[in-house]
C-alpha cells in the first residue's frame, strides 16, 4: 500500500515538473521572438522531497469521533494501533476517501478527503438570460473599514439589500503594529540569515490572522446571499495591485491586504458552491468612478468635503448627472452586478446607419459585418434604483462579529 503512494508520490512531481519546464520554454521562446533578454533558469527536478503517507483501504478500520485504528510497521512486524484523534465531527451524508498522515513539527494530523454527490446547479448564462429574478450577490472588496460591501439585485435590476461587513481598521493596525516589530528587530540585527526564516513566530501569527479574516469574512459573504436566496456571486477581477512606495510596515500591510483579496474569493468560491451558488467576476475599470444609475463618472469626496474631484478611499460619492448620492462602496458593488448581467444581456438597439459622404460612390455589395452597438444612456436592464431615504447605503452592519455563530457554512 505504502509503495502505491510512493509511486503516486513520484508521479504527480514529475508531472508537475514537466509542467513547469514547458512553461519555461514556451515564456523563453517568446521572450526571444521580441527580442528581449532572457535570464531566468529553467526550473530543475525535485531533489528530495517529504511526502505525506497515504492509508488505503486495509490500513485503517473502526474509525469513530475519538479514535481510529491504523495499521503501522512497529520494526519487526505489521501491528494494529488504536489512535486517539481530536476535531470536528465528519458529516454523516459523505464518503470518506482514504486518510493521510501528516507530520507539522511534533504533532501528526490526520487528513481525510470527503466526496458528496449533489445536482449540479445551472450555468450563470441560463440563470441570468432566462430568469429575470435572479438574484445576484454582488460584492465590492476594500482594504478601508469595510472588508466587503454585498448587494443583492435581480436581474431586471430590483435591489434588494445591502451589507457592510467591517473590522479592516483593526486587522490593518495589528497587522502593522507586527511588521513594525519586524522591521525594528531587523534594524537591530542589521543582517538576515540565509535559509533561515527571520521573526518566525510574528510572521506566522500575520499569516494565520489573515487566514481567519478571510475564512470568517468569505462566511459572512456567503450566509448573506444565502440568507436572501442568491444563486450568483461576483466579484471584481484583482490580479494585479501593487502597493505604493513608503515605509516597511505601510508597503507591507498593504501587499498583504491585497493578498487577503485573493483569499476572500478563493474561500468564497468553494463556499458557494458547497450551497449551490456560483461566483464570477467581472472587469474592474472605473468600477468605483461610474453611476450605477446612469453610468456617468461621478465625484468621490470626503465627508465635509465640497462633491466635486475624485479622492481615492473616500466614503462619499455623487452623480452630477443623475443626482445620485450615497456610499461609495455600495455603488461599486451595484455596478459589479450590473456589469454580470450586461455580458449575457446585448443591446436590442441596433447602431444608427453611418451617414454617406457626397464624394462616395455607390457602395458595393460585401460581406456583412456584425457589430455591437455604442450606446449612451447605458446597459439595456432598468436602472439601478439608490435608496430615497437612507441615502447612504441600507441594512448596514459596521461590525465584523468576530464572536457571532456563521451557521454550518464550511471553514
Same mark, same amino acid.
Given at each position: 500500500?505504502?509503495?502505491?503512494?510512493?509511486?503516486?508520490?513520484?508521479? $504527480?512531481?514529475?508531472? !508537475?515538473?514537466?509542467?513547469?519546464l514547458?512553461?519555461?520554454?514556451?515564456?523563453? =521562446?517568446?521572450?526571444?521572438?521580441?527580442?528581449h533578454?532572457?535570464?531566468?533558469?529553467?526550473? *530543475?527536478?525535485?531533489?528530495?522531497?517529504?511526502?505525506s503517507?497515504?492509508l488505503?483501504?486495509g490500513?485503517?478500520? =473502526?474509525?469513530t469521533?475519538?479514535?481510529? +485504528?491504523?495499521?503501522?510497521?512497529?520494526?519487526? /512486524?505489521?501491528?494494529?494501533?488504536?489512535?486517539?484523534?481530536?476535531?470536528?465531527e465528519?458529516?454523516a451524508?459523505?464518503?470518506? $476517501?482514504?486518510?493521510?498522515?501528516?507530520?507539522?513539527?511534533?504533532?501528526?494530523?490526520l487528513?481525510?478527503?470527503l466526496?458528496?454527490?449533489?445536482s449540479?446547479?445551472?450555468?450563470?448564462?441560463?440563470?441570468?438570460t432566462?430568469h429575470?429574478q435572479?438574484?445576484? /450577490?454582488a460584492?465590492?472588496l476594500n482594504?478601508?473599514?469595510?472588508?466587503?460591501?454585498?448587494?443583492?439585485?435581480? *436581474?431586471?435590476?430590483?435591489?434588494?439589500?445591502?451589507?457592510?461587513?467591517?473590522? $479592516?481598521?483593526?486587522?490593518?493596525?495589528?497587522?502593522?503594529?507586527?511588521?513594525?516589530?519586524? &522591521?525594528?528587530?531587523?534594524r537591530?540585527?542589521? +543582517?538576515?540569515?540565509?535559509? =533561515?526564516?527571520?521573526n518566525a513566530?510574528?510572521?506566522r501569527?500575520?499569516?494565520?490572522?489573515?487566514?481567519s479574516?478571510a475564512?470568517?469574512v468569505?462566511?459572512?459573504?456567503v450566509?448573506?446571499?444565502?440568507?436572501?436566496?442568491?444563486?450568483?456571486?461576483?466579484?471584481e477581477?484583482?490580479? !494585479?495591485?501593487?502597493?505604493q512606495?513608503?515605509?516597511?510596515?505601510?508597503?507591507?500591510?498593504?501587499?498583504?491586504?491585497?493578498?487577503?483579496k485573493?483569499?476572500?474569493?478563493k474561500y468564497?468560491?468553494?463556499?458557494?458552491?458547497?450551497?449551490?451558488? %456560483?461566483?464570477?467576476?467581472?472587469?474592474? #475599470?472605473?468600477? @468605483?468612478? =461610474?453611476c450605477?444609475?446612469?453610468?456617468?463618472?461621478?465625484?468621490?469626496?470626503?465627508?465635509?468635503?465640497? &462633491?466635486?474631484?475624485y479622492?481615492?478611499?473616500?466614503?462619499?460619492? %455623487?452623480?452630477?448627472k443623475c443626482?445620485?448620492?450615497?456610499?461609495?462602496?455600495?455603488?461599486? @458593488? %451595484?455596478v459589479?452586478?450590473?456589469?454580470?448581467i450586461?455580458?449575457?444581456?446585448?443591446?436590442?438597439?441596433?447602431?444608427?446607419p453611418?451617414?454617406?459622404?457626397?464624394?462616395?460612390?455607390?457602395?458595393?455589395?460585401g460581406?456583412a459585418?456584425?457589430?455591437?452597438?455604442? #450606446?449612451?444612456?447605458?446597459? @439595456?436592464?432598468?436602472?439601478? #434604483?439608490?435608496?430615497?431615504?437612507?441615502?447612504?447605503?441600507?441594512?448596514?452592519? $459596521?461590525?465584523?462579529?468576530?464572536?457571532?455563530?456563521?451557521?454550518?457554512i464550511?471553514?
Amino acid at each position: 500500500m505504502f509503495r502505491r503512494a510512493a509511486i503516486n508520490a513520484a508521479l $504527480g512531481s514529475a508531472r !508537475s515538473f514537466y509542467s513547469h519546464l514547458c512553461k519555461w520554454r514556451s515564456r523563453r =521562446e517568446k521572450a526571444l521572438a521580441k527580442g528581449h533578454t532572457w535570464t531566468l533558469r529553467p526550473p *530543475v527536478p525535485p531533489r528530495s522531497w517529504n511526502k505525506s503517507a497515504t492509508l488505503y483501504a486495509g490500513q485503517w478500520k =473502526e474509525r469513530t469521533a475519538s479514535s481510529i +485504528m491504523l495499521k503501522v510497521w512497529t520494526g519487526t /512486524c505489521w501491528s494494529w494501533i488504536k489512535i486517539r484523534i481530536t476535531g470536528r465531527e465528519l458529516p454523516a451524508d459523505v464518503e470518506l $476517501g482514504s486518510p493521510s498522515l501528516i507530520r507539522r513539527g511534533k504533532q501528526w494530523w490526520l487528513h481525510t478527503p470527503l466526496e458528496k454527490q449533489f445536482s449540479s446547479p445551472a450555468t450563470i448564462e441560463q440563470q441570468v438570460t432566462t430568469h429575470a429574478q435572479t438574484k445576484i /450577490c454582488a460584492v465590492d472588496l476594500n482594504i478601508n473599514e469595510q472588508l466587503a460591501v454585498c448587494t443583492i439585485q435581480t *436581474v431586471a435590476g430590483t435591489i434588494l439589500a445591502t451589507r457592510f461587513i467591517g473590522g $479592516g481598521r483593526r486587522i490593518a493596525g495589528f497587522r502593522k503594529k507586527l511588521l513594525g516589530r519586524i &522591521a525594528r528587530n531587523r534594524r537591530k540585527t542589521g +543582517m538576515i540569515a540565509e535559509g =533561515e526564516q527571520d521573526n518566525a513566530d510574528r510572521w506566522r501569527k500575520i499569516r494565520n490572522v489573515d487566514d481567519s479574516s478571510a475564512h470568517l469574512v468569505s462566511a459572512r459573504i456567503v450566509q448573506f446571499a444565502r440568507q436572501h436566496e442568491a444563486t450568483i456571486v461576483v466579484f471584481e477581477h484583482l490580479g !494585479s495591485l501593487k502597493p505604493q512606495k513608503g515605509k516597511y510596515s505601510h508597503r507591507g500591510n498593504s501587499k498583504r491586504a491585497f493578498w487577503m483579496k485573493g483569499r476572500l474569493f478563493k474561500y468564497a468560491k468553494y463556499k458557494s458552491y458547497h450551497e449551490g451558488m %456560483l461566483t464570477s467576476r467581472v472587469n474592474p #475599470r472605473n468600477t @468605483s468612478r =461610474e453611476c450605477a444609475g446612469c453610468h456617468s463618472l461621478v465625484a468621490r469626496y470626503e465627508e465635509g468635503q465640497p &462633491a466635486e474631484g475624485y479622492t481615492s478611499g473616500a466614503p462619499l460619492v %455623487l452623480c452630477q448627472k443623475c443626482g445620485m448620492r450615497g456610499n461609495a462602496d455600495r455603488n461599486a @458593488s %451595484l455596478v459589479i452586478g450590473q456589469r454580470l448581467i450586461t455580458r449575457y444581456h446585448p443591446s436590442s438597439q441596433e447602431k444608427p446607419p453611418t451617414p454617406l459622404a457626397i464624394e462616395r460612390g455607390e457602395k458595393s455589395p460585401g460581406v456583412a459585418v456584425c457589430q455591437d452597438a455604442t #450606446r449612451e444612456e447605458g446597459p @439595456s436592464i432598468p436602472p439601478a #434604483r439608490h435608496a430615497d431615504r437612507n441615502e447612504h447605503g441600507t441594512a448596514q452592519d $459596521g461590525s465584523l462579529g468576530m464572536a457571532e455563530r456563521l451557521s454550518d457554512i464550511p471553514h
